[in-house]
Each structure stands twice: as C-alpha cells, then as structure tokens.
C-alpha cells in the first residue's frame, strides 16, 4: 500500500520510490514491485530520449486504489495527534492535503501549489474532484513554499503559522481551504485548542 501511495503521484524511479517508502532493503522492495507487477498493479516503463533509465507507475487497475486509499487515511486520523504532524512523509504532502480536506460538492475549485524540501506537488480540489501529482502546475491560483507541518499549520491552524510558509498568489484561499478541513473530533479538538493558543499569544 505504500507503493501504491507513492505511485499515486505520479511514475517514480526505483531510488526514489525506496526513500518514499521508508528506504527497506533493495531486495525487500524489489520483491514487492515484482508481485505487484506479477498482479497487474504496478508496470515498469522505460524511459523516452534522452533521458535514461526507468520508472514504475500505476496500471489501470492500480489507480482504482486511489479512493480506498484516501479513504484509508482519512479512517487513520482516528489515531493521529497534532504533535504527529513533524512526523509527516514530506513527499506525500499533496495526498496528505487530499485526507484533510473535503469540499462541498458546488465549491469552485482552486488549484494549489505546494513546495517542500525539495518536493513540488500540485493539488487541484473543489467542484466534486480531488487530484493531486507531482511537478508545477500549468495554473496555480495559491502556492505555498515551506516544510510539510509548516503548510499544513498555514492551512488548518492560520495566524503566525502562516509567517514560516512563503505565500504567492491568492491568500485569501487560505481560509476557504480551512473551512474545507474535516477532521475527527478529537484531533478537530486539538486543532482548535492550538489555533486558540496562538490567538491568545
């Protein structure tokens, strides 16, 4: 399933699909995409010139996964804390944003940018889809530049949260993301409690 997560971004190369997933042993790994391409999951591609090399990506039938998968994360909130989110895989930040948010079905939909530590991501969600991928987007109405927790802290918590995160584009969508969060309650209740203490201070 963490292959799978990763993939969902995009085709990625063995070397970085290893440190998506936590860097196992290359044999462990290559086990592992062997059975999936074995199951029809997974398909090795090569590479067009003039680049070189490989990378493996989704079949048809693997990105059907896509909406169990998000709905698996959303069921593991249950079972994360705020103090969790330093912890959070930086290169899955895009679908990370895709379990926290859930906007009604007749919302205009706003693509985000998002960079970090290396990584670019593209979200586009609103009007009754949700997509996300790797590299810049063609049109990015909001960007947001800075460490994982940090982007996620401008979203959900606001107020000096904000100040770590390099903002271009509209940041009034800042607030229509937040008010798109859907959390369980009681990590909603820590949530709430933090952005109150930053308002205090």
């Known amino acids: 399933m963490l292959i799978v997560r990763e993939l ?5 190369r063995f070397s970085e699909l290893a440190k998506g997933v936590g860097g196992p042993p290359t ?10 391409e074995g ?10 010139a003039p680049a070189s090399g490989s990378v493996y990506e989704l079949t048809e039938l693997g990105s059907e996964l ?14 994360y804390r705020l103090e969790d989110l330093p912890g ?16 009604p079905e007749d919302a205009e939909t706003i693509v985000l940018q998002v960079h970090n530590e290396g990584h670019a991501n593209w979200l586009r969600i609103g009007g009754g889809e949700s997509s ?5 987007a063609e049109r990015a109405d909001l960007v ?17 949260t904000e100040e770590r995160v390099e903002i271009e584009g509209d940041r009034d969508l800042l607030s229509v993301l937040r008010s798109w969060i859907e959390l369980p309650e009681r990590l909603q209740a820590e949530v709430d409690q933090a952005a109150g203490h930053r308002l205090a201070i």
Request: aromatic share 2%; net charge negative; hydrophobic share 45%.
């Open 88 to 103: 959070l895989v930086t290169a899955s930040l895009a679908n990370a944003l895709r379990v926290i948010l859930d906007p």
């Open 144 to 160: 947001l530049s800075g460490a994982a927790p940090d982007v996620i802290g401008a979203i959900a918590l606001g107020g000096d």
């Open 132 to 136: 996300a991928g790797r590299g810049e």
């Open 8 to 12: 969902l971004l995009g085709p990625m």
């Open 27 to 36: 044999d462990v790994l290559t086990r592992r995409l062997r059975d999936l």
């Open 66 to 79: 896509e909406d169990p998968i998000m709905e698996l994360g959303r069921w593991g909130l249950n079972f």
């Open 39 to 48: 199951d029809g999951i997974v398909r090795r591609r090569e590479l067009p």
